[in-house]
């Protein structure tokens, strides 16, 4: 075999090499666009407060390709900021598509007409988490 022959193969091996890891990263890269697409994270949620210290969500998973995993609800009433613990039915993760709803309590009787406000932190099974703010007033028990 000549010089020139073991060169060529040479150089064949290197471009082939080359092409395949530029291949990869590409596909690395419109991968990750595919699998942006394949997830989307998004709820809808109602925040109602009652004035007998009743608190009620309900909230339903409208994304895909991700749980709901856990929520925490801030509210502040009267200039007093409360977290109030929400036991869910059906239980959370909350699979796409499916709608649950929380309920808790908190420490206080409320008059009616009073505004309330807070925020919902809903955590994701991917790790990621939203902080959605809500207002309203509190309504007769």
Request: proline letters at 4%.
């Amino acid at each position: 075999m000549s010089r020139k022959g073991v060169s060529y193969i040479v150089t064949v091996i290197l471009v082939t090499f080359l092409v395949i890891l530029i291949a990869l990263v590409v596909s690395g890269k419109l991968w990750e666009y595919v699998q942006g697409f394949m997830t989307k994270r998004a709820v809808q949620v109602t925040v109602t407060v009652y004035s007998n210290g009743l608190i009620k969500v309900e909230l339903r998973n409208v994304g895909w390709g991700v749980d709901i995993s856990d929520v925490e609800i801030n509210v502040e009433i009267n200039g007093q900021t409360t977290t109030c613990d929400l036991s869910w039915s059906p239980p959370l993760p909350l699979k796409p598509g499916r709608e649950s709803i929380g309920v808790g309590y908190i420490n206080t009787v409320l008059a009616p007409a009073v505004p309330y406000k807070g925020t919902l932190t809903v955590y994701y099974s991917d790790g990621a988490r939203d902080t959605l703010t809500f207002s309203g007033t509190v309504l007769g028990s």
